[in-house]
């Protein structure tokens, strides 16, 4: 198992954070699983569009596989690049939130990301009526305010899919000492970012932003409502006047399973 620590400032990402990054893009080049810092909490990463490393980081986790998963973007720039056009209030939105400690889920209709929004269609595919598909399902997004030793992940340069380091229903872990060792085994390597905030993203429903100028606070974390309505210039919308959230959706990501 390959260990790597990462540079120590987000000014200076010096050799060893050049090694964490070609060591990271090399892992999950290849179709490994890696154990990530990011701003909040420890995770669980691989290649968005490789069926084999999902099933290993869902195999990894014990993970249900109607679960969905967030993909994570090393910059802002990249997560606009790869979500496309979007409604101009939407991108002042993320511009207002990114990075940021935050799940941002999103309306997916070009199906992006089908792994990560609908995972069970490769893992487990459903049979009947009741199905997700990617088109159907939220995209949820993050781009972490990397810092200290992580800031070396900005230099990625590719999105990653990616859940908190822990078993299902597991407690997030700020450490690599928190992590259960049989989970930091089966990782194919492991980036040491010391010491994380240890709280879990909040989970920010922005699927009805663009069009009504709201917002659904899923799971209050590092920002709360307050913040986020100021930051967001919005109301907050209560789960109940929600009437089109898939249940194999809003309960994952009100849990504190993703980061």
């Known amino acids: 198992m390959l260990r790597v620590v990462a540079a120590h400032s987000a000014d200076a990402i010096g050799a060893e954070g050049a090694e964490a990054v070609a060591a990271l893009c090399s892992c999950i080049g290849e179709g490994g699983v890696a154990l990530i810092p990011t701003d909040t909490v420890y995770g669980l990463a691989c290649d968005p569009d490789s069926g084999e490393a999902l099933a290993r980081l869902y195999e990894i986790k014990g ?42 889920l999103l309306e997916n209709p070009a199906g992006l990301f089908p792994l990560a929004c609908a995972p069970q269609d490769a893992l487990a595919p459903p049979a009947g009526a009741g199905a997700i598909h990617a088109a159907d399902a939220a995209l949820g997004i993050r781009v972490p305010a990397f810092a200290g030793g992580p800031a070396a992940l900005t230099q990625l340069g590719r999105p990653l899919l990616q859940s908190s380091a822990n078993r299902t229903g597991g407690a997030d872990s700020g450490s690599l000492a928190q992590i259960d060792p049989q989970l930091r085994a089966a990782a194919d390597m492991v980036l040491d970012g010391g010491a994380l905030p240890g709280s879990a993203s909040s989970v920010i429903d922005l699927r009805r932003y663009a069009a009504e100028g709201r917002f659904e606070l899923l799971r209050e974390g590092p920002l709360g409502r307050e913040q986020i309505a100021r930051l967001l210039d919005a109301p907050i919308s209560t789960r109940a006047e929600s009437t089109d959230v898939h249940p194999a959706i809003a309960p994952e990501f009100g849990h504190p399973l993703s980061i």
């Open 63 to 104: 993970r249900p596989p109607w679960r969905p998963a967030a993909v994570m973007f090393p910059t802002l720039g990249e997560a606009y690049a790869a979500l496309g056009e979007l409604p101009a209030r939407l991108r002042e939105a993320l511009a207002r939130l990114l990075p940021g400690p935050v799940t941002l």
